[in-house]
């Protein structure tokens, strides 16, 4: 069955500082990922998606994501983190001609100045 | 174009009360789903639909009832809240989903039983 693991529940960075953010995946064919920001209150908003190709995806607001097949994962990257990236991210899963979309748990993140 | 509207935005209810959550999305989308969030659960899909007069239960159906009557518009209904219900509701729509579309948004509906 698909899954999704994001182990990361809440990071905290400085301003200006790398980011990473965790995710692996459990499917037995080739898997679409997607990576969803979601700020206080608001509704969940499409940073990138991995399709085929390059397996580094570029995305909105400066974020990359790279797909590993060999380690199942598509992590999230920024190089500097700004203050108004403080939200919730969330990785999903899905795969060709089927419905629906896994998502992981979520991983918080804290920005600090 | 207003992408994915959710009518209300808060609502409060009593045990045993019904309610129904509006979703509209004006993108011309053939799928549109409702998801609930919960802390640490993440997103989990209630029910979904694969175009006008379909729908299909998703991960955590019971409970709820859906209608897609009109092609930009996926109701879902709450025959008798319970307490376990209390969640943010927030429901997506996409085009096809043969090559995994995008799926779109709405702000979110927080639903409180009492």
């Known amino acids: 069955a698909q899954s999704v693991t994001q182990p990361d529940i809440h990071i905290t960075v400085s301003e200006g500082a790398s980011l990473e953010l965790r995710c692996n995946y459990s499917y037995g064919a080739t898997p679409y990922l997607f990576w969803y920001v979601q700020s206080p209150g608001q509704g969940l908003q499409l940073l990138l998606k991995?399709?085929?190709?390059?397996?580094l995806v570029q995305g909105i607001k400066g974020f990359e994501a790279e797909f590993k097949r060999s380690q199942s994962s598509f992590n999230l990257r920024k190089p500097s983190v700004h203050w108004s990236d403080a939200a919730e991210y969330f990785c999903?899963?899905?795969?060709?001609?089927?419905?629906?979309?896994?998502f992981g748990t979520g991983t918080r993140l804290q920005v600090f100045p | 174009n207003a992408g994915v509207t959710q009518t209300p935005k808060f609502r409060v209810l009593k045990t045993g009360q019904s309610m129904t959550l509006l979703c509209a999305q004006d993108?011309?989308?053939?799928?549109m789903y409702w998801y609930r969030q919960d802390p640490g659960m993440g997103l989990r899909l209630i029910h979904y639909s694969v175009g006008e007069g379909t729908t299909a239960k998703g991960e955590v159906p019971d409970g709820y009832n859906v209608s897609r009557l009109k092609k930009q518009n996926f109701l879902l209904g709450l025959e008798s809240a319970a307490p376990s219900q209390t969640s943010v509701y927030f429901c997506a729509s996409s085009y096809l989903a043969e090559n995994q579309e995008t799926q779109y948004f709405g702000p979110g509906t927080r639903l409180l039983v009492l």
């Open positions: 999903a899963v899905g795969a060709y001609n089927t419905d629906k979309l896994i």
């Open positions: 991995y399709f085929s190709g390059d397996t």
């Open positions: 993108m011309n989308h053939e799928y």
